[in-house]
């Protein structure tokens, strides 16, 4: 399977965006998918993840309330909408999955990553 984020840019401060991610090759079908975002000189962290069937999400507390992640998986597609979106949420922002039904934070728990979409939010 190879994951591609795509629909990253540069927005300001308060506005909005939505990143995509395709999946390729065999279906993520009972695979969890997580994004995560990397700034310039900081670890990579995570951001959200949505299990298989969608009914259990997770939100990192910096994004709860402004981001939404969604899947779906009849068109091997995950989704995260980001609103309010602040100069602190400039990133390079990576879609993954792994294996099983657990929604875990961290990134050496999924197997799989996306070549990442760059985010700029200005000020």
């Known amino acids: 399977v190879q994951l591609q984020a795509f629909g990253g840019g540069l927005v300001q401060a308060g506005g909005s965006l939505r990143l995509s991610c395709a999946a390729s090759?065999?279906?993520?079908?009972?695979?969890?998918m997580g994004w995560f975002r990397q700034a310039p000189g900081k670890e990579r962290e995570f951001v959200a993840g949505?299990?298989?069937?969608?009914?259990?999400?997770y939100y990192a507390d910096s994004v709860r309330g402004r981001f939404i992640i969604s899947r779906d998986n009849a068109k091997n597609m995950v989704y995260l909408q980001m609103n309010s979106l602040k100069p602190e949420d400039t990133a390079v922002y990576y879609c993954?999955?792994?294996?099983?039904?657990?929604?875990?934070?961290?990134?050496?728990?999924?197997?799989?990553w996306g070549q990442g979409t760059q985010v700029t939010v200005s000020s």
């Open positions: 949505i299990s298989w069937i969608g009914t259990i999400i």
């Open positions: 993954a999955r792994r294996s099983g039904q657990e929604v875990l934070t961290t990134p050496s728990a999924y197997t799989n």
């Open positions: 090759g065999r279906s993520f079908g009972g695979y969890t």
